[in-house]
């Protein structure tokens, strides 16, 4: 959960002077303006020595922007904090903290910073540990094993119906309320209707499934997350289409799980490393998926065009190297830069302000597709210094070395130079 002004004011020992400090804070913005809330979205703590008027109007302001607290700094424009503040925020319930001299600004927004991103952090590790569950509660248990993993998962009520409305799987029924008038709305709206409510401190989801109303995912919970419900509907009607169309269902689920390694999110049944390939035809063994029109294969051997060897975080770039090698003619992303064609002239324009310490460094950086241990240990260097090559090399350039195209020019650039 996002941290309170409670908590931040007691981890950096800023006195509480009034108003409910219960509330998450969002971000920290410091401001000596009169009026700081045409620059606001709500959720902000704001920062102020006082320079301008501090009062009453000042304090509305703020609580109609839903500002969600004040940290007044004291030992500079004032000694303390002015009385009729403290008595403004009390009465509009405004949190208000007193920011000693030997506090500075900044280390209240490093504070906010650091919380924010741990706890982004943790809400998108919570939901790949959730769409590795509910993927092998599939594979596993079906329907049913989805069902019964999203209420574990989300610690609350589950209901999967059918096209008519009757409950076909549960997790905690007996919690399930009247969903009578809900469905008939959803009927009403046709389509992949969805609905989303509060009913008695419940959040609550209703998810058609499928284009041809396959049935209904009801979910209930205090604080569900929408992510790890979207990934279960989706795995149900996947399971669900089998009814219809068993194959299909299986080369959508696939297709899945490739959509997921795309993002970087792991998947079961794959070898440790393996080749990223674009076949005619899938194969008797190993993962194969259908996108973009085309069979995705990733096992050690097959035929078709194929990247460089990578493990599951590297199957977007297997997949962007797989389709270069096609483009090109070649069966592996290996042989690209062997068959193309560089304009002359092309190799000195580009690397004429690397020196050759920096041309050396690049070149095995980009064999190593830009990890930096890797890299440093051939070089016989410390990553810190790699890094600094790297940086001058940039420098240099006046380009970032983050560009797919920079990289792909240096390394056809430095292998011509080589030649």
Do not use: C
């Amino acid at each position: 959960m996002p941290i309170t002004l409670r908590e931040l004011a007691g981890k950096l020992a800023l006195p509480v002077l009034a108003g409910d400090v219960s509330k998450p804070v969002g971000w920290v913005h410091g401001t000596e303006l009169a009026d700081p809330t045409p620059f606001l979205e709500g959720g902000e703590l704001l920062l102020t020595t006082g320079l301008a008027v501090v009062g009453a109007e000042y304090v509305e302001r703020l609580v109609r922007a839903e500002v969600v607290g004040l940290g007044f700094g004291t030992g500079l424009g004032h000694d303390v904090v002015p009385s009729t503040l403290v008595e403004a925020a009390e009465k509009a319930g405004l949190g208000l903290v007193e920011v000693p001299r030997e506090v500075p600004f900044i280390a209240i927004s490093k504070a906010v910073s650091k919380a924010v991103a741990a706890d982004e952090y943790a809400a998108l590790t919570r939901l790949s540990e959730a769409q590795r569950a509910l993927s092998r509660a599939a594979v596993r248990g079906g329907v049913a094993g989805v069902v019964r993993r999203l209420g574990q998962w989300i610690d609350g009520w589950v209901v999967l119906l059918d096209a008519e409305g009757a409950p076909v799987h549960a997790h905690n029924p007996r919690l399930v309320p009247d969903l009578g008038g809900d469905l008939a709305r959803l009927r009403t709206a046709g389509g992949l209707a969805s609905a989303a409510f509060e009913l008695d401190g419940v959040h609550m989801f209703l998810q058609v499934l499928g284009s041809r109303a396959r049935g209904v995912l009801a979910v209930g919970a205090a604080h569900p997350d929408p992510g790890i419900v979207n990934t279960a509907a989706s795995l149900l009607t996947l399971a669900l289409a089998q009814n219809d169309a068993v194959d299909a269902a299986r080369r959508e689920l696939r297709a899945g799980q490739f959509l997921l390694l795309l993002n970087g999110i792991p998947v079961d049944g794959l070898p440790e490393r393996f080749r990223v390939y674009l076949a005619d035809e899938p194969p008797e063994d190993g993962f194969w998926a259908e996108h973009e029109g085309r069979i995705v294969v990733l096992v050690q051997e097959n035929d078709g065009h194929a990247s460089s060897e990578v493990d599951w975080s590297g199957v977007a770039r297997g997949y962007r190297e797989a389709q270069q090698a096609r483009r090109a003619g070649v069966r592996r992303f290996e042989d690209l830069a062997g068959t193309l064609v560089v304009p002359d002239g092309f190799a000195n324009a580009l690397l004429g302000p690397l020196d050759t310490e920096t041309r050396e460094t690049l070149r095995v950086w980009l064999a190593h597709h830009g990890s930096w241990d890797p890299a440093a240990a051939e070089l016989a260097v410390h990553r810190h210094t790699l890094r600094n090559r790297v940086r001058r090399a940039e420098q240099a350039l006046g380009r970032s070395l983050d560009s797919p195209g920079l990289r792909a020019e240096l390394w056809l650039a430095l292998h011509r130079e080589g030649q």
